[in-house]
Structures are given as C-alpha cells and as structure tokens.
C-alpha cells in the first residue's frame, strides 16, 4: 500500500485516477509506473513525493531505483571482501582464490586439490603457479612440463651432444675424453697411457698419436719399425767394395778383403798357396763372412753355423774359437764330424762390430795338419728390433 503525501485539497475523482495508478503499479522491482486514468488530464502535481522500500530511493522522474552500495561505499564489506550490488541489498564476496570461514577470507591452498601442476605446484595468496623440474620448461598452457632439448638449445657439450629425458649427455670425438665437468674435452695421451702402444717412439698429437722410428728404420703397420735396407736403396758404397745391411743402418766392406800372402780365390775366400813358405804356418784358407744381430738378444742363441766344405777319407776335424771371444761371448759347439755352431752365451747391446775366427783342424792318418778360417763379422744393431 502506497501513502501519497500533499498539503492541499484535492477533488474525489483525482484521488481516484491516483488510486487507479497505484494498482497498475509492477511490484517486482518496486519502482511505480504511473499511468494516467486518463490521458487528456493534466499530470498530478510533480511536488508530490513517493516512499520507496529499503535498498531504493526516488529518482528524478519520481520512480523508485536500486542504490549500488558498493559504488557509494554504504556497504560494510571488509577490506579483504568484494561487494556485489544486488537489486535493494548487496553481498560480501570473497575474492578468487578465498573461500569464506566465518566472516573471514581465507587462502585457498589449490596445490592441495586435485593435482593442476604437473610436476610442481606453488601456492600464492589467491592463485597457485606449476614449476617444472630440471631439464624441462612449462607447456604454453602453464601446467604441463615438457622435456628441453638442450642439444638444440644452446649445445652446451664442447663436441657431442646427446638428448634425455630431463636432459643431456656430452661424448667426445674418438681422440679425447670427458674432462670433470662432464662437458668439455681433454686430449687423450695415448702415449701416456701405455709404454708398448709404439715399438720405438710415441708422439701425441690434438685428438690422436703417431709412431715414430729411429734412422735406419721405418713405420710398418702404424706402430712397428721396419729395418731399411740401405744397400737396396741408397747404396753409398764405392765399385770396389760391397755394401752389408744390418739392423738398422749398412756398412761398406772391401770385395778384396785378402791379405798378403793370401790371394782371391773367389768371393769373400782367400787361399795362401803352398808354394810359398810362408803359407806353412799359416791357415790354408780364410773366408770371409758377415751377419747382423738385434741389440740384447736372447741367450743363449745359435746365431751361426760352420761346415766343411770339403770332406776327406781318414780326416778328424776340430773346431774352436781362435780369436775374438776375449769376454767369452761365445761358445762353438761342434754339431757333427763336419760342423759346429756358434752360440752366443752373453746378451750384446749395440751399435757394436765382434770379429770372431772360427777354426777348423783337419788331421790325417798319416798325421797331416791343416786348418781352415771363418773369419765371422758380427754386427750388433742398436736396438732390439
């Protein structure tokens, strides 16, 4: 029911038209719509006011509207609230990420719910945010964390790089190796690591090695040494002499290595004839003969063996060592009734050149002594390849 104030008289059948406006009044937002009982009447009086229910007040067209508390600040929200202006009232919200308790906002611990993040989740006042492990970064919907591929990335390996999940793996190039910190590379001293990678001499080199052999050698297979033979390739010899190739390096020996009174009689042998008188206390004939050892060889060794050349009925033949075996290097051992072997007892280092005689004595029946010499070279390498 609506009260109409006013100050003057006003006829019956006015009040009647203000009555009938009354009833035509809508009641669902409490504002009046005024409708004339009749159209050609004057308006009512403007002067006259309306009461309007709690939460309205009158406008200017003399209509009751809702008044926003929360714009004119006539609401009592706390401050860590959000008013929200209904139609004749308002309500105390919380603000996204609160949940009421009491009359209080309280934080909402999201990282508590069902899980948002998918590696991990950190709570803030009003909201959360996901963070990823290690190796891996979020997805553009800021909760799903995908792998880095650093190897695309930056390439933080200093030569190979390879991709896991969560991240990454450096390797080097054959040569080198990880260095402590699992990302650079450090050369690889092969020669550092072991003493028999090369038979001679080991270089290291960035990323590899190389062997090495002294003069008179030559690399085989990457890491062996392999003697030169000089007489095959830079003969320095003159015409009257022979060139003899050993272990590493060659010599030049005389063709004619005979002596006087011994003539040539034909390579390397030299007879003393018996026509001469001095020839009597002299071997028959002396031969000349070279051969070429390693350095440090093995002992003991039979490194050379001597044989008759030519075997006579009713003969006994010795052999022994004539000269050269001062330190006892060698031993001859006769082998059979026509030969002996020379075997060498004490190990020689070289560079080193042992000129050794070997005897032969031939006695007869009828007590006729002769000898024969082999007169041995024999040359020492300087190293034991």
């Known amino acids: 029911m609506y009260l109409f104030l006013h100050s003057n008289a006003v006829p019956a059948a006015i009040f009647l038209a203000y009555q009938a406006a009354a009833e035509s009044t809508s009641g669902r937002n409490n ?13 009512p009086n403007p002067t006259h006011q309306i009461q309007c229910a709690a939460g309205y007040e009158q406008s200017d067209h003399n209509v009751c509207q809702d008044i926003d508390e929360c714009a004119t600040g006539t609401h009592n929200c706390r401050a860590d609230q959000v008013c929200v202006n209904l139609r004749g009232s308002f309500s105390c919200q919380c603000p996204p990420g609160y949940q ?8 909402i611990d999201e990282c508590t719910l069902p899980p948002y993040c998918h590696h991990r989740c950190v709570n803030t006042p009003g909201s959360y945010y996901c963070q990823c492990n290690a190796g891996f970064q979020l997805a553009s919907n800021n909760h799903t964390c995908v792998d880095i591929n650093e190897c695309d990335a930056n390439n933080p390996c200093a030569q190979q790089c390879y991709n896991i999940l969560g991240s990454f793996i450096c390797q080097c190039n054959p040569g080198f190796e990880l260095s402590s910190d699992r990302i650079n590379c450090e050369d690889t001293d092969e020669c550092r690591t072991s003493s028999y990678i090369c038979q001679y001499q080991c270089v290291n080199e960035p990323g590899k090695f190389s062997c090495v052999c002294p003069e008179g050698y030559q690399v085989v297979g990457g890491r062996t040494c392999q003697d030169i033979n000089e007489c095959e390739t830079t003969n320095e010899c003159r015409e009257d002499e022979i060139c003899w190739n050993y272990h590493g390096g060659f010599r030049c020996y005389p063709r004619n290595p005979c002596q006087e009174p011994y003539v040539l009689t034909s390579e ?17 004939s002396v031969v ?12 003991p060794s039979d490194i050379f063996q001597i044989q008759a050349t030519t075997i006579y009925p009713n003969t006994i033949n010795t052999f022994r060592i004539k000269s050269g ?25 070289g560079p080193r050149e042992h000129i050794v005689d070997l005897e032969m004595l031939t006695v007869n029946s009828l007590n006729y002594r002769t000898s024969s010499v082999l007169r041995l070279t024999i040359i020492v390498g300087p190293y034991a390849f």
Request: hydrophobic share 30%.
């Open 325 to 349: 075996n001062e330190n006892g290097e060698f031993y001859l051992r006769q082998t059979s009734a026509v030969s002996a072997m020379l075997v060498l007892v004490k190990s020689l280092s």
């Open 288 to 299: 000349y003969k070279y051969m070429s050892i390693r350095s440090d060889r093995t002992v």
């Open 31 to 43: 504002v009046i719509r005024r409708t004339p009982a009749d159209p050609h009447r004057a308006p």
């Open 268 to 284: 390397n042998r030299c007879v003393c004839p018996v026509s001469n008188a001095i020839c009597r206390e002299l071997p028959y």
């Open 100 to 107: 009421k308790r009491g009359d209080q906002c309280v934080d």
